[in-house]
């Protein structure tokens, strides 16, 4: 053994263990713990040890003197003043990997489903890695998502960030499953953050159904979950999105919704002391809002991508909502649900003059782009004169183009609804497109509206 190793061996053996250094507990209110002597960083976890000797996971969120901030992940039923803080260290890691397909996981990786635990092939930081703006693969590539509206009107690209925006009731979770079944994607990633039980149930069963959760996960965390583990049910359902596009896997990623997201943020970030700002909502929910967002999208090479669809919550259906308004700014494009036309029974309830995908004219022909622009001209026409339409006011010939939009409608309205078991490619969308702008009839006369 050389002097060097011997020194090494001798050093090594001198080095004692840091102890962890314990703290107690010494004030709830709400869902946030006070406790003292720890030294601990933002987002370490920690154990707390309650009377009975079971514990519960908790993270840290703030501090104020030697005052530590913690939000626990389970209900706080036994927790006691003085109770044992023992700190953990960084967030614990989470399983990724191909046996994570058909299953149901909550907010920190385990099995909400009864088909045992998950032998995951890694485990990943839920910490994704930043990728560089200037080395993300440009958006160059339309992806099917099965539904005929999206796939003509608001064709999404491989990569692209989409919000869905909608009040509730008006379908939302339903197109989700239309498209996690229709998709093209090779895997689909779905996150219910702060739904209702029986909405997950629901959608496992009837809108996701087994075909679409045979090449699917799905993160769930319902609305009695603590705010924390919706937080982190958001990030986990990105973090494993970023695992298969790293395996240079086409991701589509569906997080139901991303308000609920903000919503927890606002609750946690309140809770330590945090001002409101807009409405209620402190600066740290539109600071954490693009960094969730902005983990999707392309990699570097071009071959793995996230496409990413979020829910948004419009409260009243008001479109200016501040989360709205933030998460319109921050996407590559916006799907308007309309509650008029869900419940005249049209779904899905895309309303197309409100709806943008920006995009769209990077991966489309000029063809496509032109008929998509023709379709809208039309709507636009025949919105405008609706009401005179309807008594039977409107004098045909008067506008070219809304005696046009009048004898397309039909064609138009049917190219616009699906079937909940419906699928339609990205080449069938098209064709449709250019049917639906037949006329079905000239105009003869002044006419009531076309049933």
Excluded at 132 to 146: A, H
Excluded at 327 to 346: C, F, K, N, P, T
Excluded at 369 to 383: D, E, H, I
């Amino acid at each position: 053994m050389s002097l060097l190793d011997k020194i090494n061996k001798l050093s090594s053996a001198l080095v004692k263990p840091v102890p962890k250094i314990e703290g107690h507990i010494v004030r709830l209110i709400g869902m946030t713990i006070e406790a003292r002597g720890l030294q601990v960083a933002i987002g370490d976890n920690c154990q707390i040890i309650l009377d009975d000797q079971e514990s519960i996971e908790a993270e840290v969120v703030g501090f104020s003197g030697d005052s530590i901030f913690l939000m626990p992940l389970q209900p706080v039923e036994g927790l006691v003043a003085g109770a044992r803080v023992i700190p953990m260290g960084a967030s614990r890691d989470v399983p990724v990997g191909n046996a994570l397909l058909g299953r149901v996981i909550n907010g920190v990786g385990e099995p909400l489903d009864s088909l045992g635990p998950i032998n995951a092939e890694q485990r990943v930081s839920l910490a994704g890695e930043t990728i560089n703006p200037l080395d993300r693969f440009p958006i160059s590539e339309p992806l099917n998502v099965g539904i005929r509206a999206i796939n003509a009107l608001l064709t999404v690209g491989k990569g692209q960030r989409i919000g869905l925006f909608a009040g509730s009731g008006v379908g939302k979770s339903v197109l989700l499953g239309m498209m996690t079944r229709s998709t093209d994607a090779d895997i689909t990633v779905v996150g219910l953050i702060g739904e209702r039980g029986r909405e997950v149930k629901e959608f496992i069963d009837h809108n996701l159904g087994a075909e679409g959760l045979a090449k699917a996960v799905v993160v769930a965390s319902p609305a009695d979950d603590s705010p924390l583990m919706r937080l982190r049910a958001s990030q986990l359902c990105t973090r494993i999105a970023e695992y298969y596009r790293a395996e240079g896997k086409s991701v589509l990623l569906l997080v139901d919704s991303l308000t609920r997201y903000a919503q927890a943020q606002r609750e946690i970030a309140l809770a330590i002391g945090e001002p409101p700002a807009t409405k209620g909502y402190p600066p740290s929910v539109f600071s954490k809002l693009p960094k969730l967002v902005e983990r999707a999208g392309n990699d570097a090479t071009g071959k793995g991508s996230i496409t990413a669809f979020y829910t948004v919550l419009t409260e009243g259906d008001d479109q200016q909502d501040p989360i709205a308004d933030a998460a319109r700014a921050i996407l590559d494009g916006h799907i308007v649900l309309s509650r008029s036309l869900a419940e005249q029974g049209h779904y899905p309830a895309i309303d197309v003059e409100a709806s943008i995908s920006r995009a769209m004219p990077q991966i489309v022909d000029e063809t496509q782009l032109n008929a998509a622009m023709r379709f809208r001209q039309l709507m636009s026409k025949y919105t405008q004169n609706e009401d005179l339409i309807a008594i039977g006011a409107y004098v045909a010939g008067s506008d070219p183009d809304t005696d046009t939009a009048i004898s397309s409608m039909p064609t138009m309205k049917k190219f616009l609804q699906q079937g909940l078991r419906e699928s339609v490619n990205m080449r069938e969308s098209q064709q449709w497109l250019h049917v639906a702008l037949q006329p079905v009839e000239p105009v003869a006369q002044s006419t009531v509206a076309p049933k």
